[in-house]
């Protein structure tokens, strides 16, 4: 599954390639993001050094990203470039080794790196976050202890490797200057991955959400806070509505949340609201760092300002100005290829075409404040929010 977006003024090609392959899919901890860093670091005509210097030398920009549901491998690089490219990206793809000794490389950094992140109120935070979210066990909230990284064999990599890197189990997206011969070229390309049938999606199971999750660190200076709940995802018919009424509360730097906990009362320096999309889920959350005497009266003051949005009309000249900004920074986003590329793979990875695009700007231009006070009503009851604050 090809789709193609011929546009831009520069001879550039991008093509990104998204496997279902996320983290929820792996049999053992970390085993995903494992296989997907790993599949450029030797293969059998290249070493890794070598693969490195060939991306340096053709001006190759080449990046790997991989979330819950699944794992992205893109490259950029010059149309003269793409024959090349193709060639150094089809051996990546098709002939990774997973070599024992770049597994033991990869696995002592990233132990080290990861341990260093959890000493971070904010990254703790997050993680705790997903585990009051969905579950401890949910393949949405898990999280793993760094040691289990030395369970990891090159075995299992490449199980999972062989098992979620097929012809089934992918789309594509290629962006850039791409005339009828370029797209020939990519889908040539990927008529190598085959047609075998994608694995079966496993599902995910109810969640099981904690109210309050509070820890605590001696001589703490700041508080990483997150408030938020389970919702549903994209393909929702209030999906849109809500991704506007997190705007008015805490989605750009002048909103209702900024105000107060930064301008007013000086907080935090930052403070957003954000509705996010997972695959089978979606959900709302509030995320703040602020001043550890603070702790306490932050969190009453976010809770108030949802209340208001709850109970108020929002007045028109604030929700116009919603409007814009929303509006804006989707112009911005879809300024050029690789951003409409980007706005596609979303799409596509909800199950929409981009025609879900022109529908989420109807919606925010024609949305009405009595629609917004509705939705939050309905959907942001503080009672049934999972609040999680590391620090102070």
């Not at 920009?61 to 992205?72: H, L, P, W």
């Not at 695959?279 to 709302?284: K, M």
């Not at 925010?364 to 942001?380: G, M, Q």
Request: proline share 5%.
């Amino acid at each position: 599954r090809l789709w193609t977006i011929d546009a831009g003024t520069q001879p550039l090609v991008r093509l990104s390639l998204v496997f279902g392959a996320g983290t929820r899919y792996q049999p053992a901890a970390f085993a995903a993001s494992t296989a997907l860093n790993l599949m450029s670091e030797g293969t059998a005509r290249y070493t890794a050094a070598r693969i490195a210097e060939m991306f340096d030398f053709y001006g190759i920009y080449y990046d790997t990203s991989i979330d819950r549901d699944y794992s992205v491998v893109t490259v950029s690089c010059l149309s003269r470039f793409l024959d090349r490219t193709l060639e150094i990206l089809g051996e990546i793809l098709f002939e990774p080794l997973f070599p024992q000794r770049e597994l033991e490389i990869y696995v002592s950094k990233r132990k080290q790196q990861l341990t260093i992140e959890r000493e971070k109120p904010s990254y703790q935070a997050r993680e705790r976050f997903s585990e009051a979210l969905f579950g401890k066990d949910h393949p949405y909230g898990r999280v793993s202890p760094a040691a289990e990284y030395d369970r990891l064999t090159a075995a299992a990599i490449r199980t999972f490797y062989d098992t979620y890197y097929t012809g089934g189990n992918l789309f594509a997206v290629a962006s850039g200057q791409i005339g009828p011969q370029t797209a020939d070229t990519l889908a040539a390309f990927l008529s190598r991955f085959g047609s075998e049938t994608a694995p079966a999606d496993p599902g995910i199971p109810p969640v099981s959400p904690t109210s309050l999750v509070r820890e605590k660190r001696a001589g703490a200076l700041q508080s990483s806070i997150r408030i938020g709940k389970v919702l549903f995802p994209k393909g929702h018919p209030d999906f849109n509505g809500m991704q506007v009424a997190a705007t008015v509360l805490g989605g750009y730097f002048g909103s209702r949340l900024v105000k107060n906990l930064r301008e007013d009362k000086g907080y935090t320096y930052g403070i957003y609201a954000a509705m996010l999309n997972m695959q089978h889920t979606g959900y709302f959350a509030v995320a703040s760092d602020v001043t550890a005497a603070a702790t306490d009266d932050a969190v009453a003051e976010i809770l108030q300002e949802v209340e208001r949005l709850r109970t108020e009309t929002v007045p028109a000249a604030e929700l116009d100005m919603v409007r814009n900004i929303i509006a804006g920074e989707m112009m911005r986003i879809l300024d050029g290829p690789f951003g409409i590329a980007d706005v596609t793979i979303e799409n596509v990875q909800c199950g929409m075409t981009n025609e879900a695009t022109a529908a989420f700007f109807d919606e925010v231009r024609t949305i009405t404040p009595e629609r917004v006070r509705e939705l939050a009503a309905r959907w942001l009851d503080p009672a049934s929010f999972t609040t999680v604050i590391v620090g102070a």
